[in-house]
């Protein structure tokens, strides 16, 4: 059955390891018939949540005009939702936190967004993997929230430099996660 996928990156490098990943994982989901539609966040402009709790109430997700109000409706009408980054400072990086924050969104209008797949691939420059769980525990929770079901998760230590993806299997990995959905 073909689902809608939504993929948030939130790397700043589109030559980077976390976008090489993702771009496996796109064509993995692609070729069995899923239709895509990725947001690269740190492109976008998306700011941080103001807790103003207006959700949705000027038709659009925030009052506040930002990008989120062109994923947001991408999320709400997908089956499932892929969020791929770096580690950057043992954490989410800005721009995909602004996407996550807002997700809140949902949950103050009430929206019915339950019974949806998520999936995580992340990246991390130390060979560490605890270094993952600023990113992996937020995920985690906040598709627990929202009463996602988490299908997988690609989590890949040891690469800073751009290409370093390559010497490891994950974008093998991440194009596996695809069979998941």
Not at 52 to 76: H, R
Not at 139 to 159: D, T, Y
Request: charged share 25%; glycine share 8%.
């Amino acid at each position: 059955m073909s689902k809608k996928i939504v993929v948030i990156t939130g790397s700043s490098r589109k030559n980077g390891n976390s976008f090489a990943m993702t771009e496996a994982f796109i064509k993995a989901a692609e070729a069995k018939g899923h239709s895509v539609t990725r947001f690269d966040a740190a492109m976008k402009n998306v700011g941080g949540c103001h807790a103003c709790e207006t959700c949705f109430k000027t038709g659009k997700a925030c009052s506040f005009d930002d990008d989120f109000n062109t994923i947001a409706p991408a999320i709400l009408e997908a089956d499932a939702v892929v969020f791929t980054t770096p580690v950057y400072w043992y954490s989410i990086p800005a721009q995909l936190k602004g996407v996550i924050d807002k997700l809140f969104s949902f949950c103050v209008a009430g929206k019915d967004i339950e019974g949806k797949e998520c999936a995580l691939i992340a990246c991390c420059e130390e060979n560490d993997l605890s270094v993952m769980d600023g990113v992996r525990i937020p995920v985690e929770r906040s598709a627990a929230l929202m009463k996602w079901n988490m299908v997988g998760e690609v989590l890949i230590p040891g690469v800073l430099n751009a290409g370093d993806i390559e010497k490891t299997d994950g974008c093998k990995q991440a194009a596996a996660l695809a069979e998941k959905i």
